[in-house]
């Protein structure tokens, strides 16, 4: 990956970050400038990756939208993680997330299913609540204050990733200790494949025996779909696939859960208006992804002399789409930067866009609608445990949100029957 000199790194501005005191909820402030007079301006990454900043809706819709232009292979998140290692190492067998065309569609079409068909989705309904249900009674078991995000946020979603893929509790610490070390700024390339191998050498093992004994798991369905294809997946891509799944359901909806639920808290209007009426968990889910969004943008490559809204770019140039600034452009909600959880669900871009959009987007969706209905019903008196200025956020990441949410409530009510 093209990395920029030090002279341009000084010259450039920053490519602007969410910081936890300055915009906790929303992209940096100079996005709304930038949307009106330089909607598409050159900046230095944190990665030392030099990129096309693109903030308005229309053009990173445009972007996303044109895989044959604008390529995924440097890998989304190489302008701000270092351990992605960018577009320079050539896609690896199996490495879902970097691929385009025909061979992106190949593997997407298996995993989708399993994971956003709407079937399935209804099945799955079942399998979230208990979940859900069954930590908040461990939680109410447990003198508060409690941190939700270690607490509650990422025990649930570790949990539904992990009973998808049947990976038992004892083991899912693998997986999130590579999911750790791929999400941290700071770690190397090196520093990330350290992590990752255990996980890929336990995965071997799992693909192995469910190819010899198929289950109902989400591995087993896709050798079992796949074996009646011309080209059957082979072990090492369904092993990268199902540590795709795993690593990324690990801590993206874990984040948006706690943030969405520190969102609301800063926003009590809003939240006793879904207490009052729990049916618009679905639409608040909506609007917390519009609302807080992927705050570090994508990143992608172009693959040919274009231009992104008047300006020229050219092969090899890197482009990072601005999510959380398009989601807030006035022409896609005249009050983007108005939290509305009874807004109507419009074309925002929190789970992206096109071909590459988040392959797991309707299970994000059934696990944050579960969440936030069950805690707005259960625990009516939830409140922070500390002051918001004491709230810390997590930095060199891609996955913006609170390190740890501090929070305390009176009583947990008991799960009954009809939850949603």
Not at 160 to 170: D, F, G, K, N, Q
Not at 208 to 232: C, F, K, L, Q, Y
Not at 326 to 341: P, Q, T, V
Not at 351 to 375: D, I, M, N, S, Y
Request: hydrophobic residues 40%; proline residues 8%.
């Amino acid at each position: 990956m093209t990395s920029v000199s030090e002279h341009h790194a000084q010259a450039l501005p920053p490519l602007p970050l969410p910081e936890g005191r300055r915009c906790p909820f929303g992209p940096p402030p100079e996005y709304e400038r930038l949307r009106a007079e330089h909607p598409v301006t050159r900046v230095a990454c944190p990665t030392g990756v030099e990129a096309w900043l693109v903030s308005r809706y229309a053009d990173v819709r445009e972007v996303l939208g044109d895989p044959g232009r604008f390529s995924n292979r440097p890998g989304t998140a190489a302008h701000i993680l270092m351990g992605f290692g960018g577009g320079a190492a050539p896609v690896a067998e199996g490495e879902f997330p970097r691929m385009d065309g025909a061979e992106h569609l190949r593997i997407r079409r298996h995993m989708a299913p399993e994971v956003s068909n709407m079937k399935r989705i209804g099945q799955l309904r079942p399998l979230v609540q208990a979940i859900v249900d069954r930590r908040l009674d461990e939680l109410a078991a447990t003198e508060p204050p409690v941190d939700l995000y270690a607490g509650f946020a990422r025990p649930v979603t570790t949990a539904v990733i992990a009973e998808l893929l049947s990976v038992p509790e004892a083991d899912r610490g693998l997986f999130q200790r590579a999911a750790e070390a791929l999400f941290a700024g700071a770690s190397s390339p090196d520093e990330v494949a350290a992590a990752v191998r255990p996980l890929f050498e336990y995965l071997y093992g799992t693909v192995m025996t469910r190819r010899a004994n198929p289950g109902e798991d989400v591995i087993s369905r896709m050798i079992v779909r796949s074996d009646g294809t011309d080209r059957p997946f082979s072990d090492t891509e369904l092993v990268r696939m199902s540590a795709a799944m795993l690593l990324a359901g690990y801590d993206t909806t874990a984040s948006m859960i706690s943030h969405g639920l520190l969102a609301l808290l800063e926003h009590p209007q809003e939240l006793d208006r879904l207490r009052a009426d729990p049916e618009l968990a679905a639409t608040t889910a909506e609007e917390l992804v519009r609302y807080l969004g992927v705050g570090g943008g994508l990143l992608r490559e172009v693959t040919e002399d274009t231009e992104i809204a008047g300006q020229p770019v050219k092969p090899g140039d890197y482009v990072v789409v601005a999510l959380q600034s398009a989601n807030r452009d006035e022409a896609l909600h005249a009050d983007g930067d108005r939290l509305d959880i009874g807004r109507a669900p419009g074309a925002h871009l929190g789970f992206g866009h096109g071909p590459h959009q988040c392959v797991g987007q309707q299970l994000a969706r059934l696990e944050l609608t579960t969440v936030l209905a069950t805690v707005a019903r259960r625990i009516p008196s939830l409140r922070l445990a500390v002051p918001f200025d004491d709230i810390r956020f997590k930095v060199d990441t891609a996955v913006f949100g609170p390190a740890a949410l501090p929070v305390t409530w009176d009583t947990i009510l008991p799960a009954t029957a009809g939850d949603a």
